[in-house]
T-cell receptor, first 110, second 117 residues
Framework: DVKVTQSSRYLVKRTGEKVFLECVQDMDHENMFWYRQDPGLGLRLIYFSYDVKMKEKGDIPEGYSVSREKKERFSLILESASTNQTSMYLC?????????FGQGTRLTVV | AQTVTQSQPEMSVQEAETVTLSCTYDTSENNYYLFWYKQPPSRQMILVIRQEAYKQQNATENRFSVNFQKAAKSFSLKISDSQLGDTAMYFCAFMKGVNTNAGKSTFGDGTTLTVKP
């Protein structure tokens, strides 16, 4: 089975902290994605990557950056966390038509 | 830009009955893919069913089937013989193509389905 693993299920961080959310997939997928999930807003794409060191902005990239140094790992970085970044973050990887999701990280910024 | 609309924020159904979740989308593309994903309370999102726009036949996966109306840009999900394990949030999603923008998808806002015993 394909596995997409997010490093934490729950995180609590302070305003202004630099936050790293890690995502690892074990199936050599080229395409990886970071989404933010908020009630009533569905999933919104933050960033995606189609190869190592290749990344593109999604629909809501402000306040975020990403890193993809190795094919299996796609990291989401909050440079200076703010309370409006409190949310559920979902990582996904895709091979062809099949997308696989991680279990999600619920981030609370206080 | 594509948009996906799920007009039913919440729905409920009795166990063993049938329920239909609605989804409409807006696109100028002719070839694309549509998906229904399920996110149970445990949160791991999984694919329920997929429809290729070039196929006229509606997709079916066991108790799950879709009603794909390309001209109307409608893509509803029917769940037959509902089970307690079907309780989840369901997302409708649109994708232009596998090789377009890494296959990124546009999601609806989700419908929370509760199956009652």
């Amino acid at each position: 089975d394909v596995k997409v693993t997010q490093s934490s299920r729950y995180l609590v961080k302070r305003t202004g902290e630099k936050v790293f959310l890690e995502c690892v997939q074990d199936m050599d997928h080229e395409n990886m994605f970071w989404y933010r999930q908020d009630p009533g807003l569905g999933l919104r794409l933050i960033y995606f990557s189609y190869d190592v060191k290749m990344k593109e902005k999604g629909d809501i990239p402000e306040g975020y950056s990403v890193s993809r140094e190795k094919k299996e790992r796609f990291s989401l970085i909050l440079e200076s966390a703010s309370t409006n970044q409190t949310s559920m973050y979902l990582c996904a990887s895709r091979l062809g038509l099949n997308a696989f999701f991680g279990q999600g990280t619920r981030l609370t910024v206080v | 830009a594509q948009t996906v609309t799920q007009s039913q924020p919440e729905m409920s159904v009795q166990e063993a009955e049938t329920v239909t979740l609605s989804c409409t989308y807006d696109t100028s593309e002719n070839n694309y893919y549509l998906f229904w994903y399920k996110q149970p309370p445990s949160r791991q999102m999984i694919l329920v069913i997929r429809q290729e726009a070039y196929k006229q036949q509606n997709a079916t996966e066991n108790r799950f089937s879709v009603n794909f109306q390309k001209a109307a840009k409608s893509f509803s999900l029917k769940i037959s013989d509902s089970q307690l394990g079907d309780t989840a949030m369901y997302f409708c999603a649109f994708m232009k193509g596998v090789n377009t923008n890494a296959g990124k998808s546009t999601f609806g806002d989700g419908t929370t389905l509760t199956v009652k015993p």
